[in-house]
């Protein structure tokens, strides 16, 4: 199944909004936060596309 998402649209819910806000500056400040900001927008979703199956997902 192709699943695209548009990374750069806000999510409508916060899915860590049950931490804290002292876990959450850790998380943002911590290696996840980073791929978040830098790497996840820049993925090349579009090319992978073509290697799965709109069925059956990943071959």
Not at 17 to 22: M, T
Not at 26 to 55: I, R, Y
Request: net charge positive; charged share 25%; proline share 10%.
């Amino acid at each position: 199944m192709i699943r695209i998402r548009d990374n750069k649209q806000l999510p409508l819910f916060d899915p860590w909004a049950y931490l804290g806000p002292k876990r959450r500056a850790m998380l943002d400040a911590s290696w996840a936060g980073l791929f978040k900001e830098h790497c996840l927008p820049n993925l090349p979703v579009e090319k992978l596309a073509a290697c799965f199956s709109q069925t059956q997902g990943r071959p």
